[in-house]
RNA sequence: UACCCCGUGGUGUAAUGGUAACACAGGAGAUUUUGGAUCUCUUAUUCAAGGUUCGAAUCCUUGCGGGGUAGCCA
């Protein structure tokens, strides 16, 4: 066991158990190999990021006697891409993960998966039925009536061989035959009673081109697969749970197999205000409900990459929820208390007004500039300082101005004092309006002996710091203030068997802003994580940014201990 | 109303027959040129009933509750 293996052995979950007592007994010579096999049909989630982090995190728990295969699981060419192909690398790379040389394809082994279909027919074991779709439903039975057998089923072996070979010539369409295990018509588990393990598909294959018209199932494939690359131990979800008996049957049936993998099942992640399937996911791209796959409010990977979260934020994320066969519902602050973290630590400080208040300084000279010098990151002295131009006109965050204050607010109020941050102290003397009575600009007057934290003298204590701008030198920065997707906790539990989950959308999961921002700020590479002092942290689009014309999104909001009562 | 899996603070997990603990969230305070961060304190927990045992969250039984399963999808 390596050393961060034995440092997290004092509590285990479930999974890491069993693989530590087969190391322990010595199976499969101690090494742990273990596989994550997305089928290339769309874009990783979150979900898979779980999933990720355990299978790629048991490799590195274990090294040197270990490997992660990467396999796509492409037996449906009538639904896989190799665009989907990339993005999935993409991202296990993106999350810190290598899987090296063991990059494998299932449709590799179609000639091998063809061989062992071939054997189990010899054995008895495999028969090719013509029954229609329907007819096979039919005969399967339901959950409380066991199933019939098909008519077919007691077909000689050579009579299935000479059959299944003409079904991989091409001789029959789509539907007309198939070739299915013989198991058991009247188990209490339905995927016993005959699963089909081959269909005919007259479909072009994103790798295997036209070699192929048969195709194998998940089911005959995948512990196929596993055994073939030496899988030791197949990680997946929970719906897997009854596939399971199948699993084992198929290791078990077939002769020459160069592994003996077995299957566990763990929870899938449920986090709260998001969706999570596949088919809604694709629902919000197609109904234009966000702005494709990487859209920042996506729980996909690629979206939030895009919203600024971090590998670093996720993998802790993963490793804090822990793994077990219960169905949980994660909330998603846990995420956002893990990117928070992270950025905390890296993110360099920036002052950014993102809803502009005009704040003139009556008696500070006109035309003069001059120039505060503030640290990049508090939390890092290493990330050093810059200078932030300060003049007569400012910007500060409406947010921080109220002309008739609540209970507990301590920033600016008219006749009140607070500090702006770095430079000094200033106190709101007049409030201009326009005709309309909005506020279009704030007359104050500073204190020039307060500048370098120096508390004002003879007056009441200054409670509040904010962050300001310098008008003139400010940028115009695009941002956009992305928020939570939806407004209930489980949208698609809210909206139930044939009601509709897009009823939940938040209406205010994007608002786009033209912020005031220092101009540091327009020197941002894009990908870049900012904290704007105050507010939240923000990451450079890396699609929409120009050099030297950033555009920011809200990774997520500081934690405010300041929220306005009702 | 068949079979399988799962029930521990609000949420997620730990305790593997021997003091029910940790993180997030909530609350209070200290500190702070971010109402951030940091630090301290704090609220709150074994689905129920029986049984086994000196001792049960843990083992057994029953009940209740939740999830899953009837694709030629994965």
Known sequence: MSETALAASASLDFIREMIAADVAAGRNGGQVITRFPPEPNGYLHIGH???I?????????YAPNSR????????????EEVEYVESIMED????GFDWGNNLFYASDYFEKLYGFAVQLIEKGLAYVDDQTPEQIRETRGTLTAPGTASPFRDRSAAENKELFARMRAGEFKN?????????DMASPNMNLRDPVIYRIMQAHHHRTGDAWCIYPMYDYAHPLSDALEGITHSLCTLEFEH?????EWLINSVDGLPGAPYQREFARLNLTY????????LRLVKDGLVHGWDDPRMPTISGIRRRGYTPAAIRAFCKAIGLTKYPSLTELNLLEHHVREDLNKHALRVYAVLKPIKVVLTNYPEGQVEHVEVPNNPENEADGKRQVPLSRELYIDAADFMETPVQGFHRLVPGGEVRLKYAFCIICQEVIKDAQGNIVELRCTYDDATRHGVKPVGRAKVKGTIHWVSAAQAADIEVRLYDKLFTVEQPDEQAGEDGDFTQ????GSLETVTAKIEPSILSAKPGSHYQFERVGYFFADPKDSQLGQPIFNRTVQLKDGFVLKK
Not at 68 to 79: G, I, M, Q, S
Not at 274 to 281: F, I
């Open 68 to 79: 992660c295969h990467l396999r796509f699981d492409d037996t449906n060419p009538t639904k």
């Open 274 to 281: 998001t969706v999570m399937s596949k088919r809604k996911l």
């Open 504 to 507: 939940f959308l938040n209406p």
């Open 92 to 95: 296990v790379k993106w999350l």
């Open 53 to 61: 982090c355990l299978n790629f995190g048991l490799s590195q728990e």
């Open 243 to 247: 596939h399971r008996p199948l699993y």
């Open 175 to 183: 539907g007309e035959k198939v070739l299915r295990a013989k198991i």
């Open 49 to 51: 990021a779980k999933s």
